[in-house]
C-alpha cells in the first residue's frame, strides 16, 4: 500500500522564525498531494493543495504568503510556515492520493510556537 | 457544497461489544468513500475505501456500507478491543474533485 512520510513530527520555534515541514511519497508518484490544519478536538481543515511543478491552490482564508508551498518533485512536497506565531500553533498533515489505495496520510507534524 | 455529518459525537463501550458508527453527506455525486482512525497526536490510518458502485467492503472486524443515493454509509465493528479506541472520520470524495470532505469524527472509548 501506499506510505506518506512527514518530518519533523514535532517541532518548537521561536515568534518570528520560519518552519520546514517536508511530506514524502516512499513508494508511489504523487502529483498532487493536500495539506491539512487540526486544532485540538477539532476535525482536519484543508488549508492548500499542492501540485507538481505548478502553484498551489489555497482554500479561502488560508495566506498563502504565510504558508509556503512547494512541490517541486513527484515525491516531495514541503509546507514552510513563516514568520510563525503563536496563533500558528497546531497540528499539521499532509496527504496524497493513490489509486486505487485512496488517500494515505502522514502522521502529522505538531508546531508549537513560543 | 458537501457537508458531512456523523454520529454519535462520542461512544463508550465495554470491550466485546458490536459498534454501529454513523455518517451521513448531503450531496450524493461520490467517486468513493473512505473511513479512517486517529489516534490522539496521530496522522490518519484508512480503514476502508468504498468505491460509489460498491455497497460495502470489509476488511477483518470492519464492515463499512454505502447508501449513495441516501447520503449515508456505517462503519460496524465487531467485537470491540480497547486498541479500537480512537476517532473514526468518514470522508466522501465527490465527482469531479480532488479533496477529501470530512465529518467531524466519533470518538470511540472502548474500557477493558
Known amino acids: 500500500g501506499a506510505v506518506v512520510s512527514q518530518h519533523p513530527s514535532w517541532v518548537i520555534c521561536k515568534s518570528g522564525t520560519s518552519v520546514k515541514i517536508e511530506c514524502r511519497s516512499l513508494d508511489f508518484q504523487a502529483t498532487t498531494m493536500f495539506w491539512y490544519r487540526q486544532f485540538p478536538k477539532q476535525s482536519l481543515m484543508l488549508m492548500a493543495t499542492?501540485?507538481?511543478?505548478?502553484?498551489?491552490?489555497?482554500e479561502q482564508g488560508v495566506e498563502k504568503d504565510k504558508f509556503l508551498i512547494n512541490h517541486a518533485s513527484l515525491t516531495l512536497s514541503t509546507l514552510t510556515v513563516t514568520s510563525a506565531h503563536p496563533e500558528d500553533s497546531s497540528f499539521y498533515i499532509c496527504s496524497a492520493l493513490q489509486t486505487p489505495y485512496g488517500y494515505t496520510f502522514g502522521s502529522g507534524t505538531r508546531l508549537t510556537v513560543v | 457544497k458537501q457537508e458531512v455529518t456523523q454520529i454519535p459525537a462520542a461512544l463508550s463501550v465495554p470491550e466485546g461489544e458490536n459498534l454501529v458508527l454513523n455518517c451521513s453527506f448531503t450531496d450524493s455525486a461520490i467517486y468513493n468513500l473512505q473511513w479512517f482512525r486517529q489516534d490522539p497526536g496521530k496522522g490518519l490510518t484508512s480503514l476502508l475505501l468504498?468505491?460509489?458502485?460498491?455497497r460495502e467492503q470489509t476488511s477483518g472486524r470492519l464492515n463499512a456500507s454505502l447508501d449513495k443515493s441516501s447520503g449515508r454509509s456505517t462503519l460496524y465493528i465487531a467485537a470491540s478491543q480497547p486498541g479500537d479506541s480512537a476517532t473514526y472520520l468518514c470522508?466522501?470524495?465527490?465527482?469531479?474533485?480532488?479533496?477529501?470532505?470530512f465529518g467531524t469524527g466519533t470518538r470511540l472509548l472502548v474500557s477493558p
Open positions: 470522508a466522501p470524495l465527490n465527482t469531479g474533485f480532488q479533496k477529501l470532505v
Open positions: 499542492s501540485n507538481e511543478g505548478s502553484k498551489a491552490t489555497y
Open positions: 468504498i468505491q460509489s458502485s460498491q
